[in-house]
């Protein structure tokens, strides 16, 4: 049994979009759900995201990593990579910054460490050096995690069907295993 659960909930037809995430980790006593819009509305105990391009970003590297439970997938097939204005800048951004939604989505710890820190590694964050950032779902925290992904209410059972959504998401085509475009999305 995964001691992580991260569900993902889209919906659309020509236009998919994140509409709601759970998160749970059994060795931290956790549980978060979060739902898009500016607020939670009528939902109590629930957090709130709006569709910006970190939480793009964010699906990206969580749709790989949950593809790949299915299937054989080259290493650069799990990265998202980028400079200045792309989805894995927005996303090492919101890593490092720690908007709510960070927090409401995957919780943090005692000192106020979101908890999406150990979740992602991050190679040259925030830039500090000349190139892109690169980012990946940490494979130690992956084999612990069961990736639920749903489409209009319907749980995906395939790394195709997952990498189709990928394709919507990213708005690159993602075929056969790969979505290389789609995974190194720079500005």
Do not use: Y
């Amino acid at each position: 049994m995964a001691r992580r659960t991260v569900e993902l909930h889209f919906a659309g037809s020509s236009d998919v979009q994140l509409i709601e995430t759970r998160f749970s980790d059994l060795s931290l006593n956790l549980e978060r759900f979060a739902v898009r819009g500016k607020t939670c509305g009528a939902l109590r105990n629930a957090g709130s995201f709006q569709w910006t391009s970190a939480v793009k970003a964010l699906c990206a590297l969580m749709l790989k990593a949950a593809a790949s439970k299915f299937q054989d997938t080259a290493e650069s097939d799990l990265l998202l990579a980028g400079g200045q204005g792309s989805l894995a800048a927005s996303l090492d951004f919101a890593i490092s910054k720690q908007p709510a939604w960070v927090t409401e989505m995957f919780g943090e710890d005692s000192a106020g460490i979101s908890h999406l820190r150990r979740l992602i590694l991050r190679s040259n964050p925030e830039r500090k050096r000349p190139g892109p950032v690169v980012l990946r779902f940490n494979p130690v925290a992956a084999e612990a995690t069961d990736f639920q992904i749903f489409l209009d209410g319907r749980q995906l059972a395939s790394g195709e069907e997952i990498l189709a959504l990928l394709g919507e998401v990213s708005g690159e085509r993602c075929i056969a295993g790969s979505c290389r475009d789609a995974l190194v999305l720079a500005a």
